[in-house]
């Protein structure tokens, strides 16, 4: 999300559409007061003005300077917040388990906001812990639907799974290289507006690249490589981008899936996945992961062979234990057979749509009359002949041993097959 101060859009519409020559004076005013996360949006807008002849080499130098220097505080002091507190619901996605959790907290949320995106605005916050210090925060709040609350949940569930490819990525290059997202959780407040909150990140807030393509010049190798991975990581299904925050603490991603369904209004799907691949070039952490070879595609260079190791990178020990694996369906809700039995993420991953997910549906409950939620593995067989795989007995006879062989690993001791582990073999994503 590209923040954004009163005003100063319009200014910038006036700069970068030619109006007139900005003198160095003018720009270096502006770039002490613009924040960080700011002014890495229109530092980039500034070299293509300068591109173009409406800034000087010495004006776009004065800005670069700006941009390095140490970056203020914005956090507003305590006293601003006097007067605000209140008992909130905070809910949070446990990972592990793929549920939902709530508890009660004490939050001051600032009256005015501090920075707007497209999507949302924000606000600073404070949370009180008994006996300990304020914690200091920021609130996001929708500007559309504001209250919500699946589109908030959806945020969470996304931060959670990004969390969780950052611990596979983390496994194989160390902890020099490692990457975090910070946690998030919404809150409802006894008037029930619904905030989505994230810790507040000081230091130099940079976006190293957006959901459609752009990588910050700086091109630092963690934050692509890291997008490229995720990307490989789940099978080409993922694709984790929107890569921002303060060094490599990341927050606000966006996860792009193959089909562009689910994640939000951000996810556009292979378009998304397509624009990264053809700005990404390639560092030494994608060759040290061994992630197939990228250039930017208008160079015309050859862009995918397997990475050889040259001997030459090392980070370190990781062992083999230690790297975890993609499993599909540990990035999957709880999948039931009804209606409505799945997310637009979980059918997003799975690359079926709702109408297939409810005809797989209606086949299983008819032989789950009880509601179980699981079928006995003899009663498999049952549900090809009602699906009509096919008119030919051989062809979906073959089809069937393809298929158990695939199924063999899900049946549990007592013979038993659960919904969801029959629906990742039945979409081939076993």
Request: charge should be negative; hydrophobic fraction near 35%.
């Given at each position: 999300i590209f923040f954004r101060i009163g005003n100063m859009k319009k200014g910038f519409t006036k700069l970068t559409g030619g109006v007139k020559k900005v003198s160095e004076a003018t720009v270096v005013a502006v770039g002490k007061v613009v924040p960080d996360r700011l002014r890495d949006d229109w530092e980039s807008r500034m070299e293509d003005a300068h591109k173009?002849?409406?800034?000087?080499?010495?004006?776009?130098?004065?800005?670069?300077?700006?941009?390095?220097?140490?970056?203020?505080?914005?956090?507003?002091?305590?006293?601003?917040?006097?007067g605000l507190d209140e008992e909130v619901t905070k809910r949070w996605y446990d990972w592990d388990n793929k549920s939902w959790e709530t508890g009660k907290c004490t939050v001051a949320i600032a009256k005015e906001q501090f920075a707007e995106g497209g999507m949302r605005v924000?606000?600073?916050?404070?949370?009180?812990?008994?006996?300990?210090?304020?914690?200091?925060?920021?609130?996001?709040?929708?500007?559309?639907?504001?209250?919500?609350?699946?589109?908030?949940?959806?945020?969470?569930?996304?931060?959670?799974?990004?969390?969780?490819?950052?611990?596979?990525?983390?496994?194989?290059?160390?902890?020099?290289?490692?990457?975090?997202?910070?946690?998030?959780?919404?809150?409802?407040?006894?008037?029930?507006?619904?905030w989505a909150c994230e810790p507040y990140l000081q230091g130099k807030y940079i976006k190293y690249n957006n959901n459609y393509g752009y990588v910050d010049k700086r091109a630092r190798n963690t934050p692509q490589a890291f997008t490229h991975f995720s990307y490989e990581f789940t099978n080409k299904k993922m694709m984790v981008v929107d890569i921002q925050g303060v060094d490599d603490k990341y927050t606000d991603p966006q996860i792009h899936t193959a089909d562009g369904q689910g994640f939000g209004m951000g996810n556009i799907g292979k378009k998304g996945m397509e624009r990264f691949l053809k700005t990404h070039w390639c560092n030494s952490l994608c060759m040290y992961?061994?992630?197939?070879?990228?250039?930017?595609?208008?160079?015309?260079?050859?862009?995918?062979?397997?990475?050889?190791?040259?001997?030459?990178?090392?980070?370190?020990?990781v062992s083999a234990s230690d790297q975890v694996e993609f499993k599909l369906s540990d990035y999957l809700g709880d999948l039931e057979?009804?209606?409505?039995?799945?997310?637009?993420?979980?059918?997003?991953?799975?690359?079926?749509?709702e109408k297939q997910f409810n005809a797989i549906v209606v086949i299983f409950r008819e032989l789950d009359k009880d509601g179980s939620g699981y079928l006995d593995k003899e009663e498999?067989?049952?549900?090809?002949?009602?699906?009509?795989?096919?008119?030919?007995?051989?062809?979906?006879?073959?089809?069937?041993?393809?298929?158990?062989?695939?199924?063999?690993?899900?049946?549990?001791?007592?013979?038993?097959?659960?919904?969801?582990?029959?629906?990742?073999c039945w979409t081939g994503n076993d």
């Open positions: 173009k002849g409406f800034l000087t080499e010495q004006a776009l130098e004065e800005i670069r300077k700006e941009g390095e220097k140490k970056v203020e505080d914005l956090f507003p002091p305590a006293k601003e917040f006097e924000a606000h600073f916050m404070l949370v009180k812990n008994p006996g300990k210090e304020p914690e200091r925060w920021v609130a996001k709040r929708q500007k559309e639907d504001p209250d919500d609350e699946t589109v908030y949940d959806a945020d969470v569930i996304m931060q959670a799974a990004c969390q969780a490819i950052a611990k596979a990525f983390n496994a194989r290059v160390g902890p020099a290289d490692s990457v975090e997202f910070v946690d998030c959780h919404t809150i409802k407040t006894a008037s029930g507006t619904w992961l061994g992630l197939e070879f990228c250039t930017p595609k208008i160079l015309g260079v050859k862009r995918h062979h397997k990475h050889k190791d040259s001997g030459t990178h090392h980070r370190g020990s057979p009804k209606k409505g039995g799945a997310t637009a993420d979980d059918l997003a991953l799975l690359g079926i749509d498999l067989y049952q549900i090809f002949q009602k699906a009509k795989v096919s008119e030919n007995k051989t062809t979906e006879a073959e089809a069937f041993l393809q298929f158990i062989s695939r199924m063999e690993t899900k049946v549990n001791e007592n013979g038993k097959v659960y919904f969801k582990d029959f629906l990742l």
